[in-house]
């Protein structure tokens, strides 16, 4: 059997209409700037191919993963989430809750140079705008973007309207006995009459409400969510072709028109993304929705 090598992995070619070449970019930076997981391959004597897959040492691993272009700052032309976990010695323990000793300094030295390391090459990199503790969360996570040539990143907001980090984590598993975001908007769809959480098919379409981190929420958030919509299957995408039937366009228009009616007629606030939605290129539509605080007040 051969010995264990490094698979040769070349840069991913970033297309915006592909969500999945962001996450594939920056995931190869990271395994390039030693933070990410990397990948050893061995082929057996039968020609069997073998994988293994190799974390960094003490230094914690990054990883990153897609995020709707709804959440994405404006004029950015990439951006991914980036989960950092801490080294495995220096993770609290599931059974008791017990922090070892040095994780406070490992999270805090390693987060920033794992920022430090990403804008070395390009990306402009946000934490969460709450500190995340060891004590509460499993990991911590950055706002990962890129910004077309000469033109500069967003100034970051100077106020929150929250003054804790929002359920589920290690000391508040859920939102009980406040509502949840998912809750409201669900509320708000049903009082609509949309019939969009019907098991049999609804003519409007279909809707999922679900989490999205506080790491992209709009600063005036008190409650934030995920929401995706798919088409009915008579103006969908045809399997064979991939086009829409005809019709779809002005269908799109129509539904995402009503559901943001009764969104905002609600008092939520719809955030979509800046490029139109093309029913011969998109599956579904996705928006941010969330309940705005008072400006810049803090959450009981």
């Known amino acids: 059997m051969s010995e264990w090598t490094q698979e040769p992995v070349t840069e991913p070619v970033y297309d915006r209409a592909d969500p999945q070449s962001g996450r594939a970019l920056v995931n190869f930076h990271l395994r390039e700037l030693g933070i990410g997981e990397s990948k050893l391959v061995r082929t057996g004597a039968d020609g069997q191919r073998f994988c293994r897959h190799v974390l960094p040492q003490g230094l914690g691993v990054c990883r990153a993963h897609v995020l709707t272009e709804a959440a994405w700052p404006e004029g950015a032309e990439l951006c991914v989430t980036v989960d950092w976990a801490p080294d495995a010695a220096l993770r609290r323990d ?128 008190d409650r934030c969510t995920w929401l995706t919509w798919w088409p009915a299957a008579a103006f969908a995408r045809a399997p064979g072709t991939g086009l829409a039937p005809a019709g779809a366009e002005e269908r799109w228009r129509e539904c995402l028109g009503r559901l943001q009616q009764a969104l905002t007629g609600a008092g939520l606030v719809v955030r979509s993304r800046a490029r139109p939605w093309n029913p011969d290129t998109d599956e579904t539509a996705d928006v941010l929705v969330y309940r705005a605080a008072s400006p810049f007040s803090t959450s009981e």
């Open 94 to 221: 599931g059974w008791t809750g017990r922090v070892p000793a040095g994780a406070d300094a490992h999270w805090r030295e390693r987060i920033a140079a794992t920022a430090r390391a990403l804008e070395s090459l390009g990306y402009v990199v946000e934490p969460s705008r709450f500190r995340c503790s060891p004590r509460c969360h499993a990991g911590a996570e950055l706002l990962v973007y890129r910004m077309p040539a000469g033109v500069p990143p967003r100034q970051e907001p100077t106020a929150w309207a929250l003054s804790e980090p929002v359920p589920p984590h290690f000391q508040r598993l859920g939102w009980y006995p406040d509502r949840s975001p998912q809750e409201i908007v669900r509320d708000a769809l049903l009082e609509a009459g949309l019939g969009l959480f019907r098991r049999e098919p609804s003519p409007f379409g279909q809707v999922a409400v679900r989490d999205i981190t506080q790491t992209v929420w709009p600063p005036e958030a």
